[in-house]
């Protein structure tokens, strides 16, 4: 079973900055996406970016573009969201979600989650 670890969530003022880090516990055979999430209070859980591991690419949620970066510490076996000029609306739970093979004997990926970190976005 594979568990993600997310990290580096806390309370920043507007304007600010946080890097978010994800990393998996048990060894992977194959990563096909690295994605992240999140959460308002009293909301439904929205997608904010996705690299796609084997050409690199990366997309981003229209509200996030231009402020969010995410990348991969391939030494680390992680991914990070760097997140730039913070605004209060970006206050939520964060989750970081792979789509990976564990095994090279599993026949098709599946979907691991993380557990979620908090972001806070306030003066």
């Known amino acids: 079973q594979v568990q993600l670890v997310e990290s580096g969530g806390g309370l920043v003022q507007p304007g600010g900055s946080l890097r978010l880090s994800c990393a998996a516990s048990?060894?992977?055979?194959?990563?096909?996406?690295m994605a992240w999430y999140r959460q308002a209070p009293g909301k439904e859980r929205e997608w904010v970016a996705t690299m796609t591991t084997n050409t690199g690419s990366t997309i981003y949620a229209d509200s996030v573009k231009g402020r969010f970066t995410i990348s991969r510490d391939n030494a680390k076996n992680m991914v990070l969201l760097q997140m730039n000029s913070l605004k209060p609306e970006d206050t939520a739970v964060y989750y970081c979600?792979?789509?990976?093979?564990?095994?090279?004997?599993?026949?098709?990926?599946?979907?691991?989650w993380g557990q979620g970190t908090q972001v806070t976005v306030s003066s």
């Open positions: 979600k792979w789509m990976v093979r564990q095994y090279a004997s599993d026949s098709r990926p599946r979907d691991y």
């Open positions: 048990a060894r992977i055979f194959s990563i096909y996406t």
